[in-house]
């Protein structure tokens, strides 16, 4: 674990029940180099004993119901956010919550298409919009751009590529996944545009194929490989990576 992460003063996840996020939290709140601060939030963290213990056993480990296709959830969820980060403002924010069902041409439904759309796509931007105030609050404090800082991070996928999705990378049939993780790198895009002024850095991050509920038992990568990535290429993050699309081993991804 890069020590850089010590320079990040506070850490929201979303999504962190399971998975990939869940061990995020895990991998963060046992470094000796972390962030003071980490918040975990999913849409029902008392379902989650690994979540439970980890606020038990580790200190600023805080839980914080978020159910992010929920306005109403994430407003509560800001107002929680606020009074445990207080004036020093939230220094990174990892939209990583998401649903993936595998939909082919046969079986895809407006309603399949809709719903992934509104939690991969839509809730980040959302999320993010309502926690910009605290975004902008840590970037006034530094300068320079990362982690340290002010950071934006959406787990995106290579599924979300464009470019990628013929030949042999076409070969996952999903429409709606597929669909709604090209449009998250958009959002990714139109973010970074907005928001470098203000020092947040913005970037999509693909965490791999893992064997996670969503990844399924095929998957390449234990979520520990992942993880261990992941957090790695957030900790390198620098100016030149806002607006970007890269994945766990920090190779930049084709849109």
Request: proline share 4%; charged share 15%; with cysteine.
């Amino acid at each position: 674990m890069s020590a850089s992460w010590g320079k990040c003063k506070s850490v929201l996840i979303t999504g962190s029940s399971r998975g990939i996020g869940l061990h995020v939290v895990k991998e963060l709140a046992k470094s000796s180099s972390r962030p003071a601060t980490i918040i975990a939030s999913a849409r029902n963290p008392t379902g989650s004993t690994d979540l439970q213990e980890l606020s038990k056993t580790y200190p600023g480990v805080h839980i914080v119901t978020l159910d992010v296709d929920s306005q109403q959830s994430v407003s509560s969820a800001l107002q929680e956010v606020r009074s445990i980060v207080g004036d020093e403002g939230l220094s990174c924010l990892i939209n990583n919550a998401a649903v993936g069902v595998p939909t082919d041409l046969n079986t895809v439904t407006p309603e399949v298409m809709m719903k992934n759309f509104q939690v991969n796509t839509v809730a980040p931007l959302f999320i993010t919009k309502a926690f910009l105030p605290l975004l902008q609050s840590a970037a006034a404090r530094s300068s320079g751009m990362g982690i340290h800082r002010a950071a934006v991070i959406n787990v995106s996928s290579i599924l979300g590529s464009i470019t990628q999705n013929q030949g042999e990378g076409a070969t996952f049939k999903s429409y709606a996944y597929r669909t709604s993780k090209a449009a998250l790198n958009m959002v990714t895009r139109c973010l970074a545009a907005d928001l470098g002024s203000d020092g947040i850095l913005c970037m999509s991050l693909h965490p791999g194929w893992v064997k996670t509920d969503m990844g399924g038992p095929h998957a390449h990568l234990t979520v520990e490989e992942s993880v261990c990535g992941l957090l790695s290429v957030l900790s390198r993050l620098t100016e030149k990576d806002h607006g970007g699309f890269k994945d766990y081993r920090g190779d930049d991804l084709p849109w």
